[in-house]
């Protein structure tokens, strides 16, 4: 039997080719481990036009965003990206096999970056405008939306939360709840703010000159310019399942400080993650790659110290 050649055993391979595996796989490259970063195509801020909050970036294009990483990667001679959508991550012995469209890998070490995917309320045309009209974060897009009304889609406890981070910057507010029902504090917060809220059905939503047009069940429809919204986000990939990673009430992956998961070996970064101490991922850009370099940081970590 021929023995495995140790130089077929990659460092780390990196899931996930958005902004947290990007700078993960930079960290690593930069400490000249052999990195593997699998890339499946598709991310969490496909349906944006731009990219905000991110000092230097502010306002670029996430495609624009992906292709400067790539050729800061190019730059590492042990990096390899590969645009293969990753089917499999199986723990193997002290070291773990990724099954890819491109085959089979081996590394001593796996990073999940795979993100989360967004499910929006069953509101027609809203998928249209998301990503550019409607959005779910504010400091995200709220400055997009200046000067401008604004609806708050839904009857959650965000929607006061949101009233209150954009009360500066849009011209007028108003909650639409779509039939549900706002709880006594929320509405009684809001009227203190002058914030209508309108408790009607919302048949559709369709662009405007202005943003978006909102049709409502038996009233007259109202034009913003633009909307926010809450969406509910599952894993992007089964690999949290598949290791036996312990998860948060969130739904997404536990992880320390580091990005280290309940496994020994395994790391997760951006959005698919964060520490018990959040109830939920920080959704940006800016903080997905911060977190890709902090997980790359203790890839590195526990590899010097044994």
């Given at each position: 039997m021929s023995?495995?050649?140790?130089?077929?055993i990659l460092d780390v391979i990196v899931i996930g080719g958005g902004p947290a595996g990007l700078q993960a796989a930079l960290t690593l490259g930069r400490l000249h481990r052999r990195v593997l970063l699998l890339d499946g195509g598709r991310y969490r801020n496909d349906p944006a036009d731009h990219l905000h909050n991110f000092i230097t970036h502010d306002g670029r294009r996430p495609a624009e965003f992906r292709a400067l990483a790539h050729?800061?990667?190019?730059?590492?001679?042990?990096?390899?990206?590969?645009a293969a959508e990753v089917?499999?991550?199986e723990p193997d012995g002290p070291r773990f096999t990724v099954t890819s469209a491109d085959g089979r890998q081996h590394a001593r070490r796996v990073l999940l970056a795979?993100?989360?995917?967004?499910?929006l309320p069953t509101v027609p045309g809203l998928q249209q405008l998301f990503g550019t009209v409607a959005a779910h974060c504010p400091f995200c897009h709220g400055h997009e939306y200046a000067g401008r009304p604004v609806a708050l889609l839904g009857a959650g406890p965000h929607v006061l939360m949101q009233a209150r981070?954009?009360?500066r910057i849009a011209s007028s507010l108003v909650v639409l709840t779509n039939g549900e029902p706002l709880a006594v504090e929320t509405t009684a917060?809001?009227?203190v703010m002058n914030v209508p809220v309108r408790p009607e059905r919302i048949v559709a939503v369709a662009r405007h000159p202005l943003g978006a047009r909102v049709s409502l069940d038996g009233s007259a429809p109202i034009d913003v310019g633009g909307m926010l919204v809450a969406t509910t986000f599952t894993q992007s990939a089964p690999f949290a399942g598949q290791l036996d990673l312990e998860l948060l009430p969130s739904g997404c992956v536990q992880v320390d400080a580091l990005g280290r998961t309940s496994r020994p070996g395994v790391y997760a970064a951006g959005d698919c993650a964060h520490s018990a101490a959040l109830p939920m991922p920080m959704s940006s850009v800016l903080a997905?790659?911060?977190?890709?370099?902090?997980?790359?940081?203790?890839?590195?970590?526990?590899?010097v110290l044994g």
């Open positions: 023995k495995e050649n140790p130089n077929d050729a800061d990667l190019a730059v590492y001679d042990t990096v390899t990206v590969g089917s499999s991550v795979t993100g989360v995917r967004d499910t981070m954009m009360t917060a809001l009227a997905a790659a911060a977190a890709g370099q902090l997980a790359g940081s203790a890839c590195i970590a526990d590899e």
